[in-house]
């Protein structure tokens, strides 16, 4: 399988009535009252998993701690714990959503390395992938393909997370939730 580590570009769009958000997408989006328009497909105690709407593969999704913070090492104990319990979650949801044959996972870290003010706000990429599926991306090229490709991506992977135990599913527009099992650290 081929590693698909080349830096990331997240092309934010949101497609809100309102336009393009201001400030940080990623500080804006888990406060807004609608996380199927936000993309946000599970949520925990301090991160969430939002899809990427420009995905490099079916189900390309990032786990962002709700804290701007963009130095890794300045995330406090229970974030980083928190954050790494909701990664394993993602791959236990991708697996029974799209039986991948393994993952891409990571952080881009620094200036320029993610593009734009994202990267003020550290996200890790959790990115399916298949074997052959290095030539996929360019049949995505056409942005309603996309759009519709996210939207059943959004409800087959959060169809998964809700299928994990300690879950909750607040309402039809609403992330998947995990019970508050961090422990005081
Ligand atoms: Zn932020």
Redesign the pocket.
Known sequence: MDQLFAPWRIEWVTRDDDGDVEG?P??VLPDRDDDRTSRIVARSDHAFVVLNNYPYNPGHAMVIPYA?EGDYRALDDAVLLDHARLKGRTFDAMDAAFDPDGYNAGLNLGDGAAGGSID??LHTHVVPRWEGDTNFMPVLSDTTVIVEAVDETYDRLREAFAALPDTTVPGDDRAVEFSHDTPDI
């Open positions: 940080c990623f500080c701007h003020d706000h």
